[in-house]
């Protein structure tokens, strides 16, 4: 179809993540329904590791990771997960974010901890050092999406490029 002269046009983006529409477009959505987070394992626990290699047992630490990742795979566990954005609006206490995190890739998690006999059962409860590793993996997450050279860098120094305009 043609474009009258004056005619608005529209566009769409479609189902993009806040990350996907910040750093290919410039902008975010407040309350996306398609915000989602991609949890690698992999490459973020190789960042995790460079810092504890210059600790004593760092390398030993980083094999047994490796043999652990490769257990994961042996059992058909995900090394990645897409975690959907929880919208505060809908809750009741909108101080309070529920997150689900998907039962495998708890599994993996436990795994990679070293409980992978566990069993990962509700009745046995979550384990709590592979929540502790989720947390390690989410702060590397931020620290990556802050990082200068890898991702969109600080508030603060968002600020102040705004401040110099």
């Given at each position: 179809a043609s474009l009258l002269r004056g005619q608005q046009v529209y566009?769409?983006?479609?189902?993009?993540?806040?990350e996907q529409l910040m750093f290919q477009y410039g902008f975010a959505e407040e309350d996306n329904p398609h915000d989602s987070l991609m949890i690698h394992c992999v490459p973020l626990a190789e960042k995790m590791f460079d810092a504890s290699e210059r600790e004593v047992g760092g390398s030993r630490d980083r094999e047994m990771w490796h043999a652990r990742l490769h257990?994961?795979?042996q059992k058909g566990l995900p090394l990645r997960v897409f975690l959907r954005g929880a919208s505060s609006s809908n809750s009741s206490n909108s101080s309070a974010?529920?997150?689900?995190?998907?039962?495998?890739?708890?599994?993996?998690?436990?795994v990679l901890v070293?409980?992978?006999?566990?069993g990962g059962g509700a009745e046995e409860g979550?384990?709590?050092?592979?929540?502790?590793?989720?947390?390690?993996?989410?702060?590397?997450?931020?620290?990556?999406?802050?990082?200068?050279?890898?991702?969109?860098?600080?508030?603060?120094?968002?600020?102040?490029?705004?401040?110099?305009?």
């Amino acid at each position: 179809a043609s474009l009258l002269r004056g005619q608005q046009v529209y566009i769409t983006y479609g189902d993009r993540s806040n990350e996907q529409l910040m750093f290919q477009y410039g902008f975010a959505e407040e309350d996306n329904p398609h915000d989602s987070l991609m949890i690698h394992c992999v490459p973020l626990a190789e960042k995790m590791f460079d810092a504890s290699e210059r600790e004593v047992g760092g390398s030993r630490d980083r094999e047994m990771w490796h043999a652990r990742l490769h257990l994961a795979e042996q059992k058909g566990l995900p090394l990645r997960v897409f975690l959907r954005g929880a919208s505060s609006s809908n809750s009741s206490n909108s101080s309070a974010l529920e997150l689900e995190l998907p039962k495998d890739f708890m599994a993996t998690l436990e795994v990679l901890v070293g409980e992978s006999e566990r069993g990962g059962g509700a009745e046995e409860g979550t384990s709590f050092a592979a929540l502790t590793l989720f947390v390690k993996i989410l702060q590397q997450c931020v620290y990556q999406q802050e990082s200068d050279s890898e991702g969109t860098g600080t508030l603060e120094s968002d600020l102040a490029l705004l401040a110099a305009e």
